[in-house]
T-cell receptor
Framework: KAGVTQTPRYLIKTRGQQVTLSCSPI?????VSWYQQTPGQGLQFLFE???????NKGNFPGRFSGRQFSNSRSEMNVSTLELGDSALYLC???????????????FGEGSRLTVL | AQKITQTQPGMFVQEKEAVTLDCTYD???????LFWYKQPSSGEMIFLIY??????QNATEGRYSLNFQKARKSANLVISASQLGDSAMYFC????????????FGTGTKLQVIP
């Protein structure tokens, strides 16, 4: 069974540009969530999608957005990049639904974004 | 709001010895799940073990066990018989019952296993 796939793995952008990251969840998983990991802030929740609907969002500015497609694949977009957006962006998928707290998140290897 | 605290930024352990990684949490929600993840230098987060707030027994998964003390709000990870491949960052995390898939992570503990 294929794991969570994130593309691209590495990318370099300059300030003011925008970037789109892609995540393909494990087959059959309908929930996809995104996390930002930085040395200073650690792992922070960005948002979660389930059946193409965003049902939870972290404390990030509107420059961070995402969407989910009917095949459960998800993309996140960051517009007007800032130096502080340099981070490892992790995508996770889960087969579980609301109210079910058991069941781990399955993470991809992440997309490492560097903003110059 | 929920919070996870890991007070050990880094730890060393001798190969084949046991090690305990500390984790305390704070939530007023009676229903929650606690997780431990391992992150090698490659970046991928690997699930290790899960403990539900209503579980009566401590969770175990192979060499990993979770020492769950609900009254103290602690969920320490115990790794028995450490191996060189255990060298990595370890994160404690929590999910609330109404939080969908939102997981709150601690700051992590870097474990280094010495031959």
């Amino acid at each position: 069974k294929a794991g969570v796939t994130q593309t691209p793995r590495y990318l370099i952008k300059t300030r003011g540009q925008q970037v789109t990251l892609s995540c393909s969840p494990i087959s059959g998983h309908r929930s996809v969530s995104w996390y930002q990991q930085t040395p200073g802030q650690g792992l922070q929740f960005l948002f979660e999608y389930f059946s193409e609907t965003q049902r939870n969002k972290g404390n990030f500015p509107g420059r961070f957005s995402g969407r989910q497609f009917s095949n459960s694949r998800s993309e996140m977009n960051v517009s007007t990049l800032e130096l502080g957006d340099s981070a490892l962006y992790l995508c996770a998928s889960s087969p579980t639904d609301r109210g079910v707290i058991a069941g781990e998140l399955f993470f991809g290897e992440g997309s490492r974004l560097t903003v110059l | 709001a929920q919070k996870i605290t890991q007070t050990q930024p880094g730890m060393f352990v001798q190969e084949k010895e046991a090690v305990t990684l500390d984790c305390t949490y704070d939530t007023s929600d009676p229903s929650y799940g606690l997780f431990w993840y391992k992150q090698p230098s490659s970046g991928e987060m690997i699930f290790l073990i899960y403990q539900g707030s209503y579980d009566q027994q401590n969770a175990t998964e192979g060499r990993y066990s979770l020492n769950f003390q609900k009254a103290r709000k602690s969920a320490n990870l115990v790794i028995s018989a450490s191996q060189l491949g255990d060298s990595a960052m370890y994160f404690c995390a929590m999910r609330l019952s109404g939080g969908y898939q939102k997981v709150t992570f601690g700051t992590g503990t870097k474990l280094q296993v010495i031959p």
